[in-house]
């Protein structure tokens, strides 16, 4: 166990030695503060005897001129000495935990950059929910272990091996025995700790379904309404309440018990420095300050020692935290720059080729044996149906998933010897599911290109078709469009989407069903707008609907990730097949509704 | 960054009287136990002053022969003169008692205190998910998921570290207070007037702290919610992110929330580094002038050396819950901001109530109709005005227009998601307000534009928690949609856990889910909103086969752009900027030349080409295409 926490904590240290200076002051003014601090019972004890030593019959001899006056000049001390401790623990303080806040800081840039390489794969496969409590509560659980958990355990030992030796050096054998309950106190927070640990664990684990449940719930509020779904959602909601109450009752009742369990072991220690000490002034082996001074190290020492409990318990929430950040920087995205060579492509034609591609997401093979080659500047349309395979294709140009080696080119070059920045910086994509970000319009169009001017924004929102609707927005551009673009309608949202994509005028554009909530009137205003856009450009449009890609120069259609038709549309009619079907159905139906 | 969506108002108080008192209602139903804690607490209180009196008692008594006379007289005469036994007649009759009780009190209480604050969380959080369950949509379009969720989670546990160690420790150092005032008063007032006269020091020290605290208080807790509200979208939207390159600009942006947050923790790191050393010196001042008054007493005669200790460690205890003041400071000022949120939540109203005596229908028919209805987003701005119309029962009405014409706003303002402002809309005659809400809606299956799958699986998705729809009936609205051969082909069929969002499932996929999942719940009424929107074109008219019995006698709704996919509606609606322009029969609307007729045209003018001319047009093709 040590060791493994010793080789936890060793990932940290890049991130600590960015401080060590800071660290090298902050633990010296807590090595001051103690010191200092431990003197000043020893003032008391000195003041004490002197008063006790004149009130004896004896001292009441004396004249007591000089004694009050040392009594003012041992206040003045003990004040001089509490400044120097009250400033040295600012010191402590200021330092240590601000250093734990530079930490989180620097980690949790990190963590974000590191998330911003990993791939589609790892977000599906994580949640959402657990990925934010990473670098929320684990970060904070981390912070934790390198601010107060370093400041209290180096307090503790300083503290512990300073007042201990102050009680030694004072009476040995009374020591002993005062520190006698002490090994039962730190037994008492080992147990209890460990306890502790184990049980939040479970609770942190319901808490975190909890969390997942209200997002899910709340996200998917329309459909759970229209389904009248209020009342399950809410018992089942109770159900889970109900339980983190019951897990948190095994918690309750432990850490009730720790506190007072180690006050009541302290009280012991006071009980024998009142007996043995008080039984030893009687005997004339200590004065009555020594005595005094024993009970109030005794005190300096509880803070420490029920620091430990807890202490232990920062730590080792810490590791388990530490455990799971890394677990996010140990994750390597499939898709990076690994393969790039020395001096790689930097400007990119647009010829897409994929050669005998087949892949999968785990199993299955979704993409089976496909051939094409779309040269640059033309125009491939893609239908098939539904699960065929087609958006699938469509990210592998863009590497959101990896193909095998060598199945997909760009201009000749296998595409992971392409720089990512390079390849995706080339191709304008319109996912078939919109997201867009709780930004303005405006943002939100010039989303990869910040550099846009107003006029670019403009002529790309011609394109998709959308500027006079975002004319009529009571603030324009300038319109919030919520989370995920909810204060839109569903074409709206797609031709913001396609603005944003035409907008940096790429090499490769592709559109996946990019028009599919978009009415006919204004699907053929965007298609007249594109058709200029794209000449040059390589375009990949899937579409369900035949208007959409027949005036593609080519177009391919899948079959359950077969490629089982190519052609031009006239070439596909003539073919009869799947294409020469849809299109006649097309033709039946309006047939049919002409006769109605 | 305009983040207007995601800012939060913040305060920074730490106490407000109406919020506390409403707070402590919370504690109502379980006031026996708080009592029993309060009354632990009030005796744990009085008995901190316990063990620095036995020590006076034993120095004066037994230690430092020079305070023997002033020993107070009940101890005089009960304890031995011979020191040893006195000495353990202090430590078994009155100190180990003490401790023993003081422990059993303390673990009653904090057993109690934070057993209460469990069941009060369960309280507020049962109460604001429910509240959430019962908002109108419009709040939900304000106010973005995490926030919501923070207010049941997050916001919640602020509030039970107020009950479990906040509320209770205050009171009980308020008892300690009392307490210690008191003994020391008694036991020489000239020198407890005098240790008080830190006091004034300490109030002005504690209040310097709290101005500076409030303000990076309030940055702090504004850093903290951007940075988890752009974490949150930024996670969820990563691959957009990625395609379009915007690592470095959003890592800039992230950096600066980031910093942001650490500017104002450093503000506080100052302030409350400075405030707990301050209080320890003013603490240190009090025992200075114990030793020097009370040693120049002791001196005269006038206060023994077991009371100038006692006083001392009196001081002590009477610093220690100052100092832990800041702490403490910190839970009631935030348990102050999130109780406020909370509260604010709760008493955001539902506009949308259920009739106090809600009218049923017996027997649906299934007659809809729209009686003059206007409805905005905004208050201020219209987006559907004048809306009029009926849907007979058994009738399939079809509604089409352009993008952001208020097609969806139609079926949203039907299933009462919002409240028209002009108008009303009626059920078989009954005006839907008159009607529970989901007595209204279980009579509608709704797919929406945007179908959303929730993490489960394909089975758990149809059937949404709705008890008493069968395995069959989930297979067919699956073979329905023709979604069967696909879930069959999965290697747990309809147990196939189905991800977040549905993100292993293509968009299609997920349409065609949320489309069984209306027709296993066997509506009278269909609406359908482009629910077919990104099915390719043969699977959908699979579907439009496989709902032809379905629909014969069933009210419906469908909105769709594509015009085949709404030919057999008896009735089809044109709607342009928020008003009807066109109702009609297909044949009726073409003949008008309106925009229907333009739309049509449009849509087919491609397949009114000749096939022969395509035909010809076919040896275009380009020769380099190769495969
Ligand atoms: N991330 C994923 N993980 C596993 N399976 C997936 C994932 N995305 C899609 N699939 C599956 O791959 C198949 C093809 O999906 P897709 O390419 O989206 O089809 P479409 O032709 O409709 O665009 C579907 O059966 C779908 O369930
Ligand atoms: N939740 C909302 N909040 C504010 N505005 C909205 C909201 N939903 C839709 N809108 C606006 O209302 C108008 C009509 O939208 P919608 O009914 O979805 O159109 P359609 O379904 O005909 O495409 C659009 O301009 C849209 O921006
Ligand atoms: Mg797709």
Excluded at chain 2, 39 to 49: N, S
Excluded at chain 2, 216 to 240: D, K, P
Excluded at chain 2, 252 to 279: C, M, T, W
């Amino acid at each position: 166990m040590p060791s493994s926490v010793l080789t936890r904590l060793r990932r940290l240290q890049p991130y600590l030695r960015r401080y060590k200076k800071r660290y090298v002051i902050g633990l010296t003014a807590l090595v001051l503060t103690q010191v200092v601090g431990v003197t000043i019972p020893l003032v008391i004890r000195r003041a004490l005897d002197r008063i006790q030593h004149s009130t004896t019959p004896l001292g009441r001899l004396v004249h007591f001129g000089p004694i009050v006056d040392g009594l003012l000049f041992l206040a003045g001390i003990l004040l001089a000495l509490q400044l120097g401790k009250s400033i040295f623990l600012f010191l402590t303080r200021w330092v240590l935990i601000g250093i734990s806040r530079d930490v989180e800081y620097d980690l949790r840039n990190d963590l974000f950059r590191h998330l911003e390489r990993l791939d589609a794969r790892y977000y599906t496969e994580n949640r959402t929910g657990d990925l934010m409590a990473k670098l929320t509560n684990d970060l904070a659980a981390v912070r934790n272990i390198v601010g107060p958990g370093i400041m209290y355990s180096a307090n503790t030992v300083v503290l512990g091996v300073l007042a201990i030796a102050v009680m030694l050096y004072m009476d040995p054998r009374l020591t002993l025995l005062a520190l006698l309950p002490l090994p039962l106190a730190s037994l008492l927070v080992k147990f209890f700790g460990q306890k502790i640990h184990e049980r939040f664990e479970k609770i942190q684990a319901l808490y975190s379904e909890l969390t997942e449940k209200v997002r899910e719930s709340l996200a998917g509020v329309r459909v759970i309404r229209a389904f009248c779904q209020e009342e399950a959602e809410r018992r089942s909601f109770d159900r889970m309440n109900g339980d983190m109450v019951g897990r948190n009752k095994g918690l309750i009742w432990i850490s009730s018990f720790l506190w007072p369990g180690l006050a009541l072991l302290f009280a012991a220690s006071t009980l024998l420095i009142m007996v043995v000490g008080g039984w030893q002034v009687v005997r004339h082996d200590i004065t009555v300050g020594t005595f005094v001074a024993f009970t109030m190290y005794l005190m300096y020492l509880i803070w420490p020692i029920i620091a430990l409990g807890w202490v232990t318990n920062i730590i080792q929430r810490g590791l388990a935290s530490l455990g799971r950040l890394w677990k996010i920087f140990e994750a390597e995205p499939d898709i990076s720059d690994r393969e790039v060579p020395e001096h790689p492509l930097n400007e990119i034609r647009g010829d897409i080729e994929f050669r005998n591609l087949t892949f999968s997401y785990n199993g299955s093979p979704i993409l089976k044996d496909i051939n094409l080659r779309i040269p640059a500047g033309t125009t491939v349309g893609l239908v098939g149906a539904t699960g065929a395979g087609k958006s699938t294709l469509a990210s592998l140009i863009a590497r959101l998933y990896d193909a095998p080696a060598g199945a997909v080119l760009v201009d000749g070059v296998p595409i992971r010897e392409i720089p990512l920045r390079t390849l995706r910086e080339s191709i304008g994509f319109v996912p078939q599911d919109t997201f867009l970000f709780s930004e303005t319009v405006r943002e939100n169009i010039r989303f990869g290109k910040p550099s846009a001017t107003e006029r670019d924004v403009e002529r790309a929102a011609e394109t998709s078709h959308i500027l006079p609707e975002i004319g009529g927005f009571p603030k324009g551009f300038d319109t919030m469009v919520g989370e995920r673009g909810l204060t839109l309608s569903g074409g709206q949202k797609q031709r913001v989407a396609i603005s944003r994509a035409v907008l940096r005028d790429p090499r490769i554009l592709i559109l996946d069903d990019a028009l599919s909530h978009v009415d006919t009137y204004t699907e053929e205003a965007i298609l007249r707008h594109l058709t200029r856009i794209m000449a040059g450009r390589t375009t990949l449009m899937i579409s369900h609907r035949v208007s959409t890609i027949r005036h593609a120069d080519w177009i391919i259609v899948l079959r359950h990730g077969e490629i089982a038709e190519q052609g031009t549309h006239e070439e596909l009619l003539a073919l009869n097949g799947y294409y020469a079907d849809l299109y006649s159905r097309q033709l039946i139906e309006e047939a049919l509704e002409k006769e109605a | 960054m305009p983040d207007g969506f995601h800012e939060e108002e913040i305060l920074g108080k730490a106490y407000d009287g109406r919020l506390m008192r409403r707070l402590l209602g919370y504690l109502r139903p379980y006031k026996a136990v708080v009592f029993f804690a309060l009354a632990a607490i009030f005796l744990f209180g009085l008995l901190q002053v316990v063990p620095p009196y036995l020590m006076m008692v034993e120095i004066d008594r037994y230690l430092d022969p020079a305070g023997r006379g002033r020993v107070p007289a009940f101890f005089l005469h009960f304890l031995s003169p011979h020191p040893l036994t006195g000495i353990l007649q202090i430590a078994l009759v009155f100190f180990i008692p003490t401790v023993v009780i003081t422990f059993v009190l303390q673990f009653a209480q904090s057993y109690a205190m934070q057993l209460v604050g469990q069941k009060v969380m369960y309280d507020i959080r049962n109460q604001i998910f429910s509240h959430l369950q019962q908002l109108p949509m419009s709040y939900y379009d304000r106010n973005p998921v995490g926030r919501m969720v923070t207010r049941v989670t997050t916001d919640v546990d602020v509030l039970n570290d107020l009950f479990a160690s906040g509320v209770v420790a205050i009171f009980g150092d308020f008892f300690t207070l009392v307490a210690i005032t008191g003994i020391m008063l008694a036991i020489n007032w000239k020198l407890a007037l005098m240790t008080f006269s830190v006091l004034p020091l300490i109030v002005l020290v504690t209040m310097a702290f709290r101005r500076a605290v409030r303000e990076s208080y309030r940055r702090i807790r504004i850093a903290i919610a951007r940075i988890n509200a752009y974490l949150q979208e930024h996670i969820t939207g990563m691959t957009v992110l990625q395609l379009f390159n915007r690592e470095a600009a959003s890592y800039e942006e992230f950096e600066q929330i980031n910093r942001a947050h650490l500017d104002a923790y450093k503000d506080s790191i100052l302030a409350y580094g400075l405030f707990y050393p301050a209080v320890e010196f003013l603490g240190v001042l009090a025992i200075a002038i114990i030793l020097y008054r009370g040693g120049v007493e002791a001196l005269s005669g006038t206060l023994t050396i077991g009371a100038a200790v006692a006083f001392i460690q009196y001081s002590q205890r009477f610093f220690r819950p100052i100092q832990d003041l800041s702490d403490k400071y910190n839970i009631l000022q935030s348990a102050m901001a999130s109780s406020e949120r909370i509260f604010k939540l709760l008493d955001t109203s539902a506009v949308v109530h259920d009739p106090a005596a809600p009218r049923t229908i017996e027997k649906l028919r299934g007659r809809v109709e729209f009686r003059s209805v206007g409805f905005g987003y905004q208050a201020d701005h219209r987006v559907v005005e004048d809306i009029s119309f009926t849907i007979e029962p058994g009738e399939t009405v079809a509604v089409v227009g352009h993008t952001g014409a208020g097609k969806t706003t139609l079926t949203s303002l039907l299933l009462r998601f919002y409240e028209p402002q002009e108008g009303e809309l009626l059920l078989d005659g009954v005006p839907i307000r008159e009607l529970s809400r989901s007595d209204l809606r279980r009579n509608f299956g709704l797919v929406l534009q945007d179908p959303f799958i929730f993490s489960g699986t394909i089975a758990s998705n149809i059937r949404m928690g709705t008890p008493g729809i069968s395995d069959e009936q989930v297979r067919e609205a699956a073979r329905r949609v023709n979604l069967l051969p696909f879930i069959e082909a999965l290697p747990h069929g309809f147990d196939e856990p189905v991800k977040e969002r549905g993100a292993t499932l293509s968009v299609g996929q997920r349409q065609l889910l949320s489309f069984a999942r209306a027709l296993a719940h066997d509506p009278s009424i269909l609406i359908l909103d482009e629910a077919t929107s990104s099915v390719d074109t043969q699977t959908e008219i699979l579907i439009r086969e496989g709902l032809r019995t379905l629909m014969e006698n069933r009210t419906s709704l469908v909105i769709a752009h594509r015009l085949s996919t709404i030919q057999n509606a008896s009735k089809i609606i044109v709607m342009h900027k928020g008003r009807i322009r066109e109702v009609g029969t297909h044949q009726e609307l073409l003949a008008r030349q309106g925009i229907y007729f333009k739309l049509y045209q449009l849509q087919y003018k491609d397949q009114e080409l000749p096939v022969t001319e395509a035909a010809s047009r076919a040896g275009n093709s380009m020769p380099e295409l190769a495969s």
